[in-house]
């Protein structure tokens, strides 16, 4: 009983089919994927879409409408949760407010019976930052404080699986860029698999071998950061992860290694191996940051593609300048210019020629009737009238 | 920013908050304790003076000779050597109701606070419409369900659990069966308040950390309700110790507790210094239990 976390046999974490229904609603939906054991996979989606509930089934604290949770051969899916060898950093933290914070992070310790815990639990109190603390009670800390005691009091009982549900969200952002580092280096140290749902699509990309997007119950995508980001499967993982302008056009096939695209009016190209969908409708999708700018079409790169436009709005963000273009057909498209000194600014109103290499380009499957999706720029304010 | 700075410094002194009335404010938390404190003062700290005296009365005098203070401190220790076993006799049937009101109160208020979902409120209400009849007609309708011809006492007869003179009413059961019943709700609903706002995911976080349910029980649920444990044990304990209705109708004078004694000494035998002192060495003996008691059940939350 007391060596349980020990004695399970090895393995990945893999979700058979997993499903999770509130009366008529499907929070989790078929859901299949597999976790290499020692591996870092993210959980990426908007709020509402499942994740915690996701989680909460690994754990134990959901039960599966159907569907399985098998970690290596094992099915835990009908497992009491303190059986599983997984340990949780609550959303919500749930620290045991009658206890200090040292007893907080000793209770897994002491559980299985560990006597002495005092060294361990002073070495995760230094390792989150918060030596010293350990006499408090969780109510004498800050919201950032406590989401690390939650990470500490997981993490010290080494499990075979570490579910972090948005373990960062309430830390600065330089607090958060350090435990970044630190839950990476021990995520490689001690080879613990990791799930760690987040919000911050940097965080995902920075800290997760494989990353995953979820999209009302289901995964949309999952792969590589570097893959998803360059080659998004879907319209909601081009907007979810970075942003994307993605231009309604209609294909007719691939013609050789190109497929051809009529985009309002005017013809493109992408290579096809770029091309998710290659008939009937489609999103040509650009980056905004593989969007260059110039003044002129003569000044247009040979091979590659472009539109003429018109800036309307320049924000300077520092490390670069983000620009919106407004198209002949009424769209902006945003793109994103480096403030490396070469090239200079555009200013409001001038007419420019936006281009792109076409290798940077990709093409999606889109609902017929459904048009031109740019993403705002993230200093817009949210909930703008349009 | 100029001019906002017009602005603000034409409208300066118009601006400015009115002058604090410090006295008042100061004195207002006073203001509010005065009712209570008056209330408290008539008809507590001054029958208490009253009765603190009567304790010490002349033990010879009479209602019809009149008393006399003589700071008669024998009072006390004369009252203890004659009433020492209905001392023994309330602390002792007050426990034993204590503990099986702990026993069924517990479980009680826990499913009502934690798993009743909308049947909360009915539930509730439930433990308290007893409350609704008097003390009396209650305790009453106790001796009618214990009585030796009555259907509890036939059943307990039938398995054998009682012989067959055995018998409730007038027993010391009889007694504890009526003090639990009559104080439940007392150790219910503050037990009942805390259970409440105990948060189900500290459960699950307790059992993600290898906690099965008992083990989560005793280190997380009790603790919490440590604070309504605590309240209802002394809202239950410190009325039934003082006692003396169920006594008198479940019991015979075999089973009379220190209330029972009181309620002679001041009603029956005129009595009183003798009353006054009993009430003091109660009210000496349930302050001892009640420190001692919460000294030792940990009181960082309470206090
Ligand atoms: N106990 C429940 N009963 C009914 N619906 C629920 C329950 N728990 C979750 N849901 C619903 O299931 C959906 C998924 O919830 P979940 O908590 O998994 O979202 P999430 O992806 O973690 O969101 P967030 O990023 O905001 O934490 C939500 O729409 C939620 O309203
Ligand atoms: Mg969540």
Known sequence: ?386 | MTALAQVSGGSGPARTPPPARPGRHRLLPYLLLLPGAAWLLVFFAVPLLQLAAASLYDPTGSLSTGYALTWAFGNYPEALQAYWPQFARSFGYAGAALVLALLMGYPLAYAIAQKAGRWKNLLLVCVVAPMFTSFLVRTLAWKTILSDNGALVGLLRDVHLLGPDGRLLATPVAVVLGLTYNFLPFLVLPLYASLERLDHRLLEAASDLYAGPLHAFRTVTLPLSMPGLIAGTLLFFIPATGDYINAELLGTPNEYMIGNVIDSAFLVRLDYPQGAALSFLLMAAILAVVFVYLRRAGTEEVL
């Open chain 1, 1 to 386: 009983m007391s060596g349980m976390a020990n004695e399970a046999p090895a393995g990945d974490l893999r979700l058979v089919d997993l499903t999770k229904r509130f009366g008529i609603f499907t929070a989790v939906d078929e859901l299949s994927l597999t976790v290499p054991q020692g591996s870092f996979f993210a959980l990426l989606g908007a709020s509402g879409c499942g994740k915690t509930t996701t989680l909460r089934m690994i754990a134990g604290l959901e039960e599966p409408t159907s569907g399985q949770v098998l970690l290596g051969d094992r099915d835990i899916a009908r497992l009491r949760p303190y059986k599983r060898p997984v340990n949780t950093v609550f959303q919500s933290y749930a620290l045991f407010p009658h206890l200090n914070i040292a007893e907080n992070v000793a209770f897994g310790l002491r559980r299985r019976g560990i006597r002495r815990v005092e060294e361990q639990v002073h070495r995760m109190l230094a390792l989150v930052q918060l030596d010293g603390y350990g006499r408090r009670r969780p109510a004498q800390l800050s919201g950032g404080q406590q989401q690390r005691v939650a990470l500490a009091r997981a993490l010290i009982n080494h499990p075979q699986v570490l579910l972090l549900d948005e373990p960062l969200g309430a830390l600065d952002l330089k607090l958060r860029r350090q435990m970044q580092i630190e839950l990476k280096r021990i995520q490689t140290e001690v080879g613990i698999t990791f799930v760690h749902v987040t919000h911050d699509q940097e965080e995902a990309m920075t800290m997760a071998d494989t990353v995953a997007v979820m999209n009302a119950g289901r995964i949309e995508q999952l792969g590589a950061p570097a893959e998803l980001y360059e080659y998004p499967a879907t319209a909601f993982v081009a907007n979810f992860l970075g942003q994307s302008n993605l231009l309604a056009a209609d294909a007719a096939g691939p013609a050789g290694s190109e497929v051809p695209v009529t985009a309002h009016g005017v013809r493109f190209s992408v290579p096809a191996d770029r091309a998710r969908a290659d008939r009937g409708p489609v999103y040509l999708g650009v980056r905004p940051e593989k969007l260059h700018l110039v003044e002129a079409v003569d000044q247009v790169p040979a091979g590659h593609q472009h539109v003429e436009g018109v800036i309307t709005d320049a924000s300077y963000v520092g490390v670069s300048t983000q620009y919106l273009v407004r198209t002949g057909w009424g769209s902006e498209l945003s793109a994103f210019t480096a403030n490396s000194g070469v090239g200079g600014q555009h200013p409001v109103g001038a007419p420019v020629v936006a281009h792109w290499d076409p290798r940077h380009a990709f093409l999606l499957p889109r609902e017929p009737g459904q048009d031109d999706r740019t993403t705002p720029l993230v200093d817009e304010p949210v909930g703008k009238p349009s």
